[in-house]
């Protein structure tokens, strides 16, 4: 059996080194500056933060590095270190939605966003990425990119909205704006609001109700697993990984629906009502009878059940409940499998594996139909649990997965 590989993150001064010297083959000069933005691991409340519901996500340790120039035309040339020799040019001028294809598309998007924002200055500019965020995993490496570009973009054109949280949530919408309308890729906020504010040693409880403010819609939650001897496994299955291909937005179409129909802005105000019940189960089955098909029943059940579960889970964890804690994760993940029906193979092999060899909980993670589980475990176990799901995809035929060693890490910020 083939050792399994951990993807360590890099350093500020390896990913600065890295991100400034493509830039300076590809370009010719030397960038202003180095950014950075980190991937996202979602703790629990999945597929919630587009029915305005709650979510609980940390930043990883592992980034997104770009080296940055402005310019003063609206050109943008772009290269990344997937493909060094290949810089990718795009004019804003006339721009329109989905008007870039392939990846040029996120960063390129960004700057297009700003100025449909009505933010002016912004022109063109040239960059280099280098990362350690794997792509396609689900760990939201296309929100990296993207909110690295936005917050570059905010310093070298004088914005002054990466400086308070409350203005990183402007910047946090040109990088949905990006996504959305630019990439074609769904998303529902909660990775680039990971991305931009999250902190060191805190998970960030987000609160995806479209009224509230961004002083009202984030709270910053204590998580340190070491606290309680524990440590957290991220495990990419490398099962093909496509959320543009619509089976995401038909589940994101599908709940709206439902909300239409129980006579609701969002499932969010369902959620709220059966979770404050005395008996939530028999409320729950009081709201699904009102639903015409059992497809739209799971999917609701999934959604109301999964937003219950964040404030349980945060409510475990600051007691040190961990086999409760352990308890949530897997039953977020048993919904995820069995009623949002958005996992594969892959994934359900890597949670029961993990769940069979001690982890207290696990659950796959993100999108779906692809990507990365979470899984809590015993400090120290990590690359045990990890080699024995690796020992049993090899048994199974599917790709080596690989590991990442998580912990709550910062937000996006300026390195160098």
């Not at 308070?164 to 630019?182: C, F, K, P, Q, Y």
């Not at 009224?211 to 709270?219: F, I």
């Not at 048993?334 to 909980?361: C, I, K, M």
Request: net charge negative; charged share 25%.
């Amino acid at each position: 059996m083939s050792q399994v590989e951990f993807i360590e993150p890099l350093t500020d001064a390896e990913g600065s080194a890295k991100a400034a010297d493509l830039f300076t083959e590809a370009f010719g000069e030397q960038p202003s500056g180095v950014w950075a933005a980190p991937g996202r691991a979602n703790l629990i409340g999945e597929h919630t933060d587009y029915n305005a519901g709650l979510c609980l996500p940390i930043a990883l340790p592992h980034r997104t590095y770009i080296a940055l120039k402005p310019r003063t035309d609206l050109k943008v040339r772009l290269v990344s270190d997937v493909n060094p020799a290949d810089v990718e040019e795009v004019d804003l001028e006339g721009l329109e939605a989905k008007g870039v294809e392939g990846w040029a598309a996120y960063p390129a998007g960004v700057a297009w966003a700003m100025r449909k924002m009505g933010l002016d200055t912004v022109r063109g500019f040239d960059a280099a990425f280098a990362s350690c965020v794997p792509l396609g995993s689900g760990l939201s490496s296309s929100a990296a990119m993207t909110c690295s570009t936005a917050l570059a973009l905010d310093d070298v054109f004088g914005l002054g909205y990466g400086n308070t949280d409350e203005g990183r949530v402007t910047l946090i919408e040109s990088a949905i704006m990006s996504e959305n309308d630019m990439a074609g890729a769904s998303t529902g906020g909660l990775d680039q609001n990971a991305s931009m504010r999250c902190k060191e040693g805190y998970a960030l409880r987000l609160d995806c109700r479209p009224e509230l403010n961004a002083l009202e819609n984030v709270r910053q939650e204590p998580f340190d697993l070491g606290k309680y001897g524990l440590e957290l496994l991220v495990l990419d299955t490398q099962a093909p990984h496509q959320l543009n291909d619509g089976q995401y937005a038909e589940r994101r179409s599908m709940c709206e629906q439902a909300a239409e129909l129980l006579g609701v802005a969002n499932l969010r105000e369902v959620a709220d009502k059966v979770n404050s019940l005395d008996d939530p189960a028999a409320g729950l089955d009081e709201v699904l009878a009102k639903l015409p098909s059992e497809v739209m029943k799971k999917r609701v059940r999934h959604v109301i059940t999964e937003i219950g579960r964040v404030d349980d889970f945060i409510e475990a964890f600051a007691n040190g409940d961990v086999k409760l804690t352990g308890e949530l994760l897997n039953a977020s993940g048993d919904s995820l499998r069995y009623d949002y029906e958005v996992t594969v193979p892959e994934l359900d092999v890597a949670v029961d594996t993990a769940r069979a060899n001690g982890a207290y909980g696990a659950r796959m993670m993100g999108g779906g139909f692809g990507g990365s589980i979470i899984a809590i475990v015993d400090a120290g176990k990590s690359q045990e649990i990890a080699q024995k799901i690796a020992d049993a995809f090899e048994q199974h035929g599917f790709n080596a997965p690989r590991a990442l060693p998580a912990y709550a890490a910062a937000a996006a910020t300026r390195v160098q």
